[in-house]
C-alpha cells in the first residue's frame, strides 16, 4: 500500500478546503496528500504540496457523489480523512464505506448542527465506520464529542506563528497600503449570496473611515468596488495578521485565524445548513447589521495588535492519524 493520506474535503466557500490544506500541508512533508474539494475557490490556491481533486461546483449532487466515488474505490492511500460530514456532503459515504478494505478512517468534527446529528443517527454511524474523531479547536461541547474514540487539538490554521510574512511587507506589497496607517480588512470569504453585504459594507466603511485604509478580501473582485480596494491572496491568514481590525463572517477559519493572531473579528454569524456560526461568533464581536458594524469597528482601531504566538493544532492531528 502506498505512503497516501486522501482527504474529503467537499463543501461550498474555503472552510472544508482550508482545514484540508492546514493538515495537507504539514502531512505532505512525508508521505502523499490528496484532496477531494469542490470548493469554486481551489483553482485559485496553492496547493501546498498536496494534490487536489477538483470537482467542479456546478456539477450537481448526482455528478459530483459519482465522482467522489470513483477517486475513494479507485485510489491508493492508506488513510482516509472525512472532513465534517460522516456520511459525505450528499449522503454517498453511507453507501461507499462498507465497501472499503479496512485501513484508518478518521473524522474531522468540526461543530455541526444537532438536528443534523439525531436525524441521520450520526452517533452509531460514526462509532460504526470510523476508528477515530478529530476534534479541531471547536471545544468539548459537540454532538459527537462524548464518543470514546475523540481527541482533542487545538485549531487548525494554515501558517505556524513563524512562517507568517513580515506585516509591513504584507501591508506594502499585498494591502498595498501606507504601513503607519490603521487598516480595516473585510474578509468576504462566505457564499457568493453574502458578497453584495460585504460590498456595501467596504464601501460604508471607507465611507465613515477616511483617515484609515480600507481593503475588501476577496476571491474575485465585486461589482461595484474599485479595483485598488480589492485584495485577493491565499492563504488569507497573511492578510489578517496585518490587519488591526477584521470584519467577515463566523466561519471556522476567519473565527480562529483572528483569534490566534490577536486581531479583533468583528463578524456577521451566517445562517448555514450545517455549521452553527452564531455559536462560533460568540467568540468574536458580534453584529447584526452594517451600522451596528461600523460602531464596533470605531471601538475596536484603538486596539494594540501583539505579535502572534500560538499552537497550530494541525501539526498534534498529523501525528495523531
Not at 461541547?141 to 506563528?161: C, E, F, G, M, Y
Request: glycine share 6%; charged share 20%; hydrophobic share 40%.
Amino acid at each position: 500500500m502506498t505512503n497516501t493520506w486522501l482527504i474529503y474535503a467537499l463543501g461550498g466557500g474555503w472552510g472544508h478546503l482550508n482545514r484540508a490544506l492546514s493538515l495537507g500541508r504539514i502531512a505532505a512533508k512525508e508521505r502523499k496528500v490528496r484532496i477531494i474539494t469542490n470548493s469554486p475557490y481551489a483553482l485559485q490556491i496553492n496547493n501546498e504540496g498536496c494534490t487536489v481533486h477538483w470537482i467542479p461546483d456546478k456539477a450537481g449532487v448526482s455528478a459530483t457523489c459519482q465522482q467522489v466515488r470513483e477517486i475513494i474505490l479507485k485510489t491508493r492511500y492508506d488513510r482516509l480523512i472525512i472532513d465534517t460530514f460522516p456520511r459525505g456532503l450528499g449522503g454517498e459515504l453511507a453507501d461507499i464505506l462498507p465497501q472499503l478494505q479496512p485501513i484508518p478512517r478518521i473524522l474531522i468534527h468540526r461543530d455541526i448542527n444537532p438536528e443534523y446529528v439525531t436525524a441521520k443517527n450520526l452517533q452509531y454511524f460514526v462509532a460504526e465506520h470510523y476508528d477515530t474523531v478529530i476534534v479541531p479547536g471547536d471545544g468539548e461541547d459537540l454532538p459527537l464529542a462524548n464518543l470514546p474514540n475523540v481527541r482533542h487539538t487545538a485549531p487548525w490554521l494554515i501558517r505556524n506563528a513563524g512562517e507568517l510574512p513580515d506585516k509591513i511587507s504584507v501591508r506594502s506589497h499585498i494591502l498595498k497600503v501606507d504601513p503607519d496607517i490603521k487598516t480595516i480588512l473585510v474578509c468576504a470569504a462566505g457564499k457568493a449570496s453574502e458578497l453584495s453585504l460585504f460590498t456595501q459594507l467596504t464601501l460604508h466603511l471607507q465611507q465613515n473611515f477616511p483617515e484609515c485604509a480600507v481593503r475588501i478580501l476577496a476571491a474575485n473582485c465585486p461589482a461595484d468596488i474599485p479595483d485598488a480596494l480589492w485584495i485577493s491572496h491565499h492563504p488569507g491568514m497573511e492578510c489578517l495578521a496585518a490587519a488591526d481590525v477584521v470584519v467577515g463572517g463566523g466561519g471556522y477559519n476567519t473565527v480562529y485565524e483572528c483569534a490566534a493572531l490577536g486581531v479583533p473579528l468583528v463578524a456577521f454569524a451566517f445562517e448555514r445548513l450545517y455549521d452553527r456560526q452564531a455559536k462560533r461568533a460568540k467568540k468574536a464581536y458580534t453584529v447584526n447589521n452594517i451600522e451596528e458594524a461600523i460602531i464596533t469597528v470605531r471601538k475596536l482601531l484603538d486596539h494594540n495588535l501583539s505579535v502572534p504566538s500560538y499552537i497550530n493544532g494541525a501539526t498534534n492531528a498529523v501525528h495523531l492519524i
